[in-house]
Antibody, heavy 122, light 110 residues
Framework: EVQLVESGGGLVQPGRSLRLSCAASGFTFDDYAMHWVRQAPGKGLEWVSGISWNSGTIGYADSVKGRFSISRDNAKNSLYLQMNSLRSEDTALYYC???????????????WGQGTLVTVSS | QSVLTQPPSASGTPGQRVTISCSGSSSNIGSNYVYWYQQLPGTAPKLLIYRNSQRPSGVPDRFSGSKSGTSASLAISGLRSEDEADYYCAAWDDSLSGWVFGGGTKLTVL
């Protein structure tokens, strides 16, 4: 069974940093690209970032480009999101999601974690 | 504002057929597959339809998807109370080089 478990969320002040983690199990992690998708309270879904199976290619939404950094450690079956210069509009539930392909530009999003809540407020 | 446009709400009575629309552009729906996700209250989204009209194993055949040009739709037949959820469409966008989603449609079973 595919399992994606996020952690690292919490309350953080504007301008500060936070690092999210996602522990994957139930599948061969390095066979798949991974993404982060977020959902602001009461709002819809927004793609944040994607990374290919070997970290060779990475992509970001314009809203987070230059502030967020995605990475993965295939030896630890883990995905990460380093979030810097956080803003109030980054407040959301952050989902770790699996893609159905090696490349983050291919396939589709097929499995979702339960999410970790990030609240940016002073 | 979401890149893909969905009606904010839809409703139907048990047993009815309901359709939810999703409108995009040539850079997303017009040139790529459409996906649909179901988000039950308080839970994470779940893949409902992939590649326009394919159902993952375990998804009832009451759910069907279609696409024409720059629009897509999700149809739910034989509506059941457990279908009450938010439904999101998604597609890859070639111009943005990223995934785009609709704003979501809240389905109410009356």
């Amino acid at each position: 069974e595919v399992q994606l478990v996020e952690s690292g969320g919490g309350l953080v002040q504007p301008g500060r940093s936070l690092r999210l983690s996602c522990a994957a199990s139930g599948f061969t992690f390095d066979d798949y690209a991974m993404h982060w998708v977020r959902q602001a309270p009461g709002k819809g879904l927004e793609w944040v970032s994607g990374i290919s199976w070997n970290s060779g290619t990475i992509g970001y939404a314009d809203s987070v480009k230059g502030r967020f950094s995605i990475s993965r450690d295939n030896a630890k079956n883990s995905l990460y999101l380093q979030m810097n210069s956080l803003r109030s509009e980054d407040t959301a539930l952050y989902y770790c999601v699996r893609a159905s392909a090696y490349s983050w530009r291919g396939g589709w999003i097929d499995y979702w974690g339960q999410g970790t809540l990030v609240t940016v407020s002073s | 504002q979401s890149v893909l446009t969905q009606p904010p709400s839809a409703s139907g009575t048990p047993g009815q057929r309901v359709t939810i629309s999703c409108s995009g552009s040539s850079s997303n729906i017009g040139s790529n597959y459409v996906y649909w996700y179901q988000q039950l209250p308080g839970t994470a989204p779940k893949l409902l339809i992939y590649r326009n009209s394919q159902r993952p194993s375990g998804v009832p055949d009451r759910f069907s998807g279609s696409k024409s040009g720059t629009s897509a739709s999700l149809a739910i037949s034989g509506l059941r109370s457990e279908d009450e959820a938010d439904y999101y469409c998604a597609a890859w966008d070639d111009s943005l080089s990223g995934w785009v989603f609709g704003g979501g449609t809240k389905l109410t079973v009356l």
